[in-house]
């Protein structure tokens, strides 16, 4: 059974940057694709980006491209994602989401129905 615990959240002023951390646990971290999703107040969660177990694809958001960027280090079961240039409306609790993958499989998808893994999130606030 796969457990994933993000961190890295907090409050930091518009145009800051932060790190998340998305650490898996209890399974082999290589054979998932990974995906980060969020969600604000009042609003239905939605996926930001993504990478394949590969690493061959990666996916974003057309809302964070550019000031996002997704990566793994298998060797520490960690994926990363890295937020600058953050705007307010990056404000929401964020989640990592995994999925088993055959292997050479360059999957990843913004479809929540197709990760089963999940972790607790961490929130993000951006505000002066």
């Known amino acids: 059974q796969l457990q994933l615990v993000e961190s890295g959240g907090g409050l930091v002023q518009p145009g800051g940057s932060l790190i998340l951390s998305c650490v898996a646990s209890g399974s082999t971290f290589d054979y998932y694709a990974i995906g980060w999703f969020r969600q604000a107040p009042g609003k239905e969660r939605e996926g930001v980006s993504c990478i394949s177990r590969t690493l061959q694809t990666t996916t974003y958001a057309d809302s964070v491209k550019g000031r996002f960027t997704i990566s793994r280090d298998n060797a520490k079961n960690t994926v990363y994602l890295q937020m600058t240039s953050l705007k307010p409306e990056d404000t929401a609790l964020y989640y990592c989401?995994?999925?088993?993958?055959?292997?050479?499989?360059?999957?990843?998808?913004?479809?929540?129905?197709?990760?089963?893994?999940w972790g607790q999130g961490t929130q993000v606030t951006v505000s002066t």
């Open positions: 989401a995994a999925e088993f993958r055959p292997l050479h499989s360059n999957w990843c998808t913004f479809r929540e129905y197709e990760y089963r893994y």
